[in-house]
């Protein structure tokens, strides 16, 4: 019985390392050459007709290379409307280029047109839409509280009805932002320290007596807004606005329903915020529509892959053209509120 189970025991042991062997075996190290692409201009740029001309470039780079991105420091870059040239833009650092002086105009196409050595030309056109007009806001704040047995939060959300006219027989595209300048309280540390003393039971005995004087620092900044809409017209919550075209609404009147946590309005006075309407090209739609995409597939494996549009040709990258009505309203939302974060009851 002994020998069976020796037997046994080795026979097990040879199995498991001939398997073991078997395995280690398949394992292999694969060397996979990837071949290098050509380098491309890559120019970035969305246009409006109330600001300077500007675009940024930058090129193309290996799949593996990890580097910061090289901004072209060296190009030539002509602006033409229709087929004359309108500008030449000098470069201003980080890859940026643009004009001093040269401002675009609603309703007309431009080019872009890009050379840099060693680098294939690239080009790039758009038109800027006419603005349409926001025709009023609708403003309202809801507030809910969550409650436990020691504890309870409460928190905001403030909503805007953006009324808008669509222009009939005609595609367009709109971006829905806010920015919002507001401000923060930094408390003075004003603590005086009073060596006092307190006799007693004919004994004195050293304290110290705490003096605090509230003395407080405002400073204001500025950020965007995090908007959101759950709108039947919205067709992309993206990191640049509210997303939607007038495939639903085409020449008619429409409120379309955007909102944002309290959080971003609270503010040691008033806050000042602007509510815009951009009208964007067909082109700077589909980019951010399909950036957006784009990053929601990132960390979703099972996913099909999204290519960011591009209207660049003989490069990579998007230009588009915008125009901007903006509505500008304050509030009060207060920076410090007993009901605001957590407190024991």
């Not at 069976?4 to 080795?10: A, H, Q």
């Not at 990837?34 to 001309?53: H, K, Q, T």
Request: net charge negative.
């Amino acid at each position: 019985m002994l020998r069976k189970t020796s037997g046994s025991i080795l026979a097990f042991w040879t199995l498991s390392v001939l398997a073991l062997g078997l395995v280690t075996s398949c394992e292999s190290v694969l060397f996979i050459e990837l071949e290098e692409g050509e380098r491309l201009i890559v120019l970035n740029g969305a246009v409006s007709n109330d600001s300077l001309f500007e675009v940024q470039l930058s090129r193309t780079r290996h799949i593996l290379d990890n580097a910061s991105l090289a901004p072209l420091e060296a190009a030539a870059v002509t602006v033409y409307r229709g087929g004359d040239q309108v500008a030449q833009l000098d470069y201003l650092g980080n890859g940026i280029y643009g004009s001093a002086s040269f401002r675009p105009s609603a309703g007309q196409e431009y080019r872009v047109a890009v050379q840099s050595e060693g680098l294939p030309d690239a080009e790039a056109r758009t038109t800027i839409p006419p603005s349409v007009p926001i025709l009023r806001v609708d403003t309202s704040s809801v507030y809910e509280m969550e409650e436990y047995w020691d504890w309870s939060y409460t928190w905001g959300t403030f909503s805007m009805d953006v009324h808008l006219e669509d222009p009939p027989g005609e595609e367009n595209f709109y971006l829905v932002s806010m920015a919002t300048e507001r401000s923060y309280t930094t408390w003075r540390d004003t603590t005086v320290l009073v060596l006092d003393s307190l006799f007693q039971n004919g004994i004195w005995y050293p304290y110290v007596k705490d003096s605090t004087y509230a003395i407080a620092d405002i400073y204001r900044f500025r950020e965007g807004s995090g908007l959101n809409s759950e709108d039947l017209i919205v067709e992309a919550n993206t990191s640049a606005g509210i997303l939607f075209s007038d495939q639903l609404i085409d020449g008619k009147a429409y409120s379309v329903r955007v909102s944002l946590p309290t959080d971003y309005l609270t503010s040691a006075d008033s806050a000042v915020s602007e509510l815009r309407l951009h009208s964007i090209s067909e082109d700077y739609y589909k980019y951010l529509k399909s950036r957006q995409k784009h990053y929601e597939a990132v960390d979703d494996f099972l996913a099909v892959p999204v290519i960011v549009y591009s209207n660049v040709d003989g490069g990579t990258g998007f230009f588009g053209g915008f125009s901007t009505d903006v509505h500008t309203f304050t509030t009060f939302v207060p920076e410090y509120r007993w009901d605001y974060y957590y407190y024991d009851k």
